[in-house]
């Protein structure tokens, strides 16, 4: 019987960082009194240009969280020690008790703010274990009042949404009394825009024109391993008419040997979360009969668990398919490993959007004061750009902060299009790029190079190019200056931020692997018809929310049998560049073979015909941000892919 526990938001420990980062301001919506300060950074983005179709009901209840500021530079610098290889304390790690009494708010902070919330009308009011939040529960006008915003609706777009609720948030910035405003960093829950999951299917392409009725388009099938199918008699394109047809979906048979994984090494001892945003019904069921149809160890509910933050499904589970991308692929690579399930809270009050996640990651780092429960965290999500509100950039930096410091390696997607989001190109977060995969019919990797896909449909018999139809997210952020680990490995060329900003800045991703869609993986999924038995079914599915998983699930295949965990990898990661332990991912040049260069996919999958090339960055392609696939450490797929054995080894090595 699976395991499910429950709790509430308020579990787990966290930081917030102090400083206000550049990207973010706003005019207020309110006129702040004498004894009122606005918050900088507080400002949401998105509400200058989007149109308010409605109010938030005064009665409508809300939990929000105050966030307190830490002792952000004393965390940073203990954070870097103890994850430094040859430190005085590496891998000393602070228990979360001792992280909350070395760095976090103090207790006299705690209870100011508790006591003006109260005083506010505020109710089941309350401080998390960390004292990183207090967190209280109003109607909209009182919260309005409190905060001197104006709670609105606004129009949803593709851009912009709260998934299946009404968009919420407030114009300006956030103001709190004169006498708090130097122990509050932000405040979460005002809006609920829902995070960007980074998953792609082949089916995700550009509009373009579809065949007419009755036209004759080419019957193009799936491959179960590159190359197994081709089809020919297409117009030219580097040099030949025959190409590759679109993968199927690698089995986790396929992507545990292109990846060189072992059935020694499967993670037995160690735990990997998995954050989500509500959870999926019977996931256990579904794993199962996945495991049983790629031919894996079939998982034990010994070994797997769920921890709900909130109302588990009855709100609706807005990562669906990326939970079970999540638990599927981590198994894949790391079979005796523990899974264990975290769902923010995904109801519409207060916690849908970034505070579910917060709270999450949190609950991973609180553990029961004495170890946070789980040393692996993949998160596949990312809140925004890094022109998102600073007091949110600012959170996320603390928790990082304090996983760091505590053993907690934090994995994140990098996105699935061009340039740099965040939390990923936080310098304590271990960003995850995307490759594009070639498995031989053996299970044997041909090729892997950076993920950038361009699109050109069949029409006229030619091919007409329609765009990126997805890339790895990376390349300079314009927040952060180069972290030490990088020195010397990211090339000087790749460090340079965008205008006129002196010195070297943090490049993203760090690590990388599989996440094209169209070299993807085969997802299993159970449907629930009505008055039926549940169904199963495997379809084809990509995106860096594949890739950050199959690193975490590594990661704990080398973890296995150590003394201590590995904690914050990209110091150790940045010494693997250049060496046997990764594959380093090579770019798509003319003298590689035609066959590497791109694949065909049928109406019958993508909607229309057409053509994928492979590593394909340039300056012709929108959004281009200078990322590019070299020899060596690149802004496409950090320092390589895990190789296996020789990563295993590599990693105990270096941090033993």
């Known amino acids: 019987m699976v395991r499910t526990r429950s709790a509430s938001a308020m579990i787990g420990v966290s930081a917030v960082v102090a400083m206000t980062l550049a990207g973010a301001n706003g005019v207020a919506s309110a006129a702040p009194g004498n004894a009122d300060t606005q918050l900088p950074g507080s400002a949401v983005s998105f509400t200058s240009h989007v149109k308010i179709v409605g109010s938030v009901s005064a009665s409508k209840r809300l939990s929000i969280q105050v966030w307190l500021r830490p002792r952000t530079a004393a965390a940073e610098r203990y954070a870097t020690a103890v994850s430094t290889p040859g430190s005085a304390v590496f891998h000393h790690y602070l228990t979360p008790a001792s992280y909350t009494a070395r760095f976090s708010a103090s207790r006299s902070e705690v209870r100011r703010v508790d006591s003006w919330l109260r005083g506010q009308g505020f109710t089941d009011v309350h401080a998390d274990a960390g004292r990183s939040y207090v967190r209280g529960t109003a109607p909209a006008s009182a919260i309005n009042r409190a905060f001197g915003i104006q709670l609105r609706l606004y129009r949803s777009s593709a851009a912009v949404n709260a998934g299946p609720y009404a968009l919420r948030a407030y114009g300006g910035s956030v103001s709190v009394p004169r006498s708090l405003a130097g122990s509050v960093i932000g405040v979460t829950g005002l809006d609920n825009a829902a995070p960007r999951l980074p998953l792609d299917r082949p089916a995700n392409v550009p509009a373009g024109r579809r065949p007419a009725a009755g036209a004759k388009v080419p019957a193009i099938p799936c491959s179960h391993y590159y190359g ?36 020694v090494n499967t993670g037995k001892g160690q735990t990997i979360a998995l954050v989500e945003l509500g959870l999926t019904q019977d996931m ?58 975290i769902g923010g809270d995904s109801c ?45 950039t600012n959170i996320e930096h603390a928790y990082l902060v304090r996983a760091a410091a505590e053993g907690v390696g934090m994995y994140f997607s990098a996105g699935d299009g061009s340039g740099v989001e965040t939390p990923s190109s936080d310098p304590f977060a271990i960003a995850v790029g995307g490759t594009t995969l070639g498995i031989g019919q053996t299970g044997n990797r041909l090729f892997e190079t950076g993920w950038s896909t361009a699109l050109s449909q069949l029409a006229s018999n030619s091919w007409q190019l329609l765009g990126e139809q997805g890339a790895s997210g990376g390349g300079p952020s314009l927040l952060w200056k180069q972290p030490a680990y990088q020195k010397g490995v990211v090339p000087a060329a790749l460090a340079r931020a965008a205008g006129n900003r002196g010195g070297l800045v943090r490049s993203v991703p760090d690590i990388s692997a599989d996440a094209d869609p ?62 046997s332990a990764v594959n380093d991912t090579q770019p798509i040049t003319g003298a590689s073979p035609a066959q590497y260069h791109g694949i065909a996919c049928g109406a019958n999958l993508c909607g229309l015909t057409v053509l994928t090339t492979f590593d394909d960055q340039s300056y012709n392609m929108l959004g281009y941000t200078g990322q590019v696939t070299l020899k060596g450490y690149d802004n496409m797929t950090g320092v390589g892919t895990p190789n296996g054995q020789a990563f295993i080894t590599a990693l105990r090595t270096i941090v033993k």
């Not at 034990?300 to 668990?305: L, T």
């Not at 084809?540 to 080398?558: E, N, Y």
């Open 518 to 579: 169209f070299t993807g993986f085969d997802l299993g999924v159970l449907s629930f018809p009505k008055n039926k038995p549940p169904k199963y079914s495997e379809s084809d599915i990509g995106g860096t929310s594949l890739a950050s998983p199959l690193v975490a699930g590594m990661v704990a295949a080398a973890q296995q049998g150590q003394k201590s965990s590995f904690g914050f990898l990209n110091p150790a990661f940045y010494k693997l560049a250049g060496t």
């Open 284 to 341: 256990f069921l579904t794993l199962a009969d996945y495991a049983a149809a790629n031919h894996l160890p079939a998982p034990s509910s010994e070994r797997y668990a769920e921890l709900s933050l909130g109302e588990g499904t009855q709100c609706g589970d807005f990562f669906d398919i990326e939970e079970q991308l999540d638990v599927e692929s981590s198994y894949a690579v790391a079979p005796g490993a523990n899974q264990l399930v």
């Open 228 to 263: 197994q199918h081709t089809v020919t008699g297409l117009p030219s394109q580097f040099g030949t008419t025959s190409f590759p047809t679109v993968n199927c979906g690698y089995s986790g048979t396929q992507i545990r040997s292109a990846y060189g994984a072992n059935l």
């Open 348 to 392: 519409n009050s207060g916690d849908f959007g970034l505070q579910g996640l917060f709270d999450a990651d949190i609950a991973v780092l609180g553990g029961d004061g004495s170890h946070p429960i789980a040393t692996i965290a993949s998160n596949s999500w990312e809140g925004a750009d890094e022109s998102q509100p600073a007091f949110l």
